[in-house]
């Protein structure tokens, strides 16, 4: 029975020895990257970005962000660069990115810094694709992750607030722009009282006198009641 025991922990370890040598055989080289991928599914790495009511308000043309990387196998022992391209972009969206970033020695991850401007309309989201541009023959690195290889940044809008009833009105995301330019404050601090959907339907009214119409998303001009 003794000699059954030795013989399974023998086993076991000679299992996990040969996992550490797989390890390390598959890792071996130069370190590799890839950008992670928080969900944790084999799937394409997205990250959000959201424009908001507080933004618009705020004056918000922009946003700054950051993805991360990670590096696989043993850290680098000197400073490596690691390089990036423009896969594709959908609606308009801009964005700017470094060319490359700089890795100190011993790192085990990184992060790469964006700024992100959106298309005009605020009734649509945007996709833009960035990939690690291993193709690059100043790309220190060696691909990672295949999942993990580029990162699809998804922006949407969420002008529309939680919690609209229709008190002012059928939601139009011109309606509620204009809402925060008169009341210079977002849907959450405005009172739904019948002065305040009073003075706002006299701003449209007095508004109209010398600007064109504001229209809904179905090309009617917005209503205040």
């Known amino acids: 029975?003794?000699?059954?025991?030795?013989?399974?922990?023998?086993?076991?370890?000679?299992?996990?020895?040969?996992?550490?040598?797989?390890?390390?055989?598959?890792?071996?080289?130069?370190?590799?990257?890839?950008?992670?991928?928080?969900?944790?599914l084999g799937t394409s790495v997205q990250h959000y970005v959201y424009f908001t009511d507080e933004d618009y308000l705020n004056g918000v043309t922009?946003?700054?962000?950051?993805?991360?990387?990670?590096?696989m196998g043993e850290?680098?022992?000197?400073?490596?660069?690691?390089?990036?391209?423009?896969?594709?972009?959908?609606?308009?969206?801009?964005?700017?990115?470094?060319?490359?970033?700089?890795?100190?020695?011993?790192?085990?991850?990184?992060?790469?810094?964006?700024e992100i401007i959106p298309p005009e309309r605020s009734d649509s989201s945007f996709v833009v694709t960035l990939g690690i541009d291993s193709a690059n023959l100043l790309h220190d690195f060696e691909e990672g992750k295949s999942e993990g290889q580029q990162l699809d940044?998804?922006?949407?809008?969420r002008l529309k607030p939680i919690g609209w009833n229709n008190y002012f009105g059928v939601y139009s995301d011109g309606k509620y722009r204009f809402m925060l330019d008169f009341f210079k404050g977002t849907y959450g601090s405005i009172g739904n009282t019948s002065e305040n959907r009073r003075l706002v339907k006299e701003a449209y009214k007095e508004y109209r006198l010398t600007n064109s119409a504001i229209f809904d998303e179905d090309g009617k001009e917005i209503v205040f009641p």
Not at 94 to 111: C, H, Q, R, T, W
């Open 75 to 114: 850290a680098s022992t000197e400073v490596l660069k690691c390089y990036f391209k423009l896969i594709n972009e959908q609606n308009g969206l801009d964005i700017k990115f470094p060319e490359y970033i700089e890795l100190p020695a011993g790192v085990y991850e990184a992060y790469v810094g964006i």
């Open 1 to 40: 029975m003794k000699m059954k025991k030795n013989i399974f922990i023998l086993g076991v370890l000679c299992l996990l020895y040969a996992c550490q040598m797989s390890e390390m055989v598959e890792y071996e080289g130069r370190p590799r990257i890839n950008f992670e991928n928080s969900s944790g």
């Open 153 to 157: 940044i998804i922006g949407e809008f």
């Open 62 to 71: 922009q946003k700054k962000d950051s993805l991360k990387l990670e590096l």
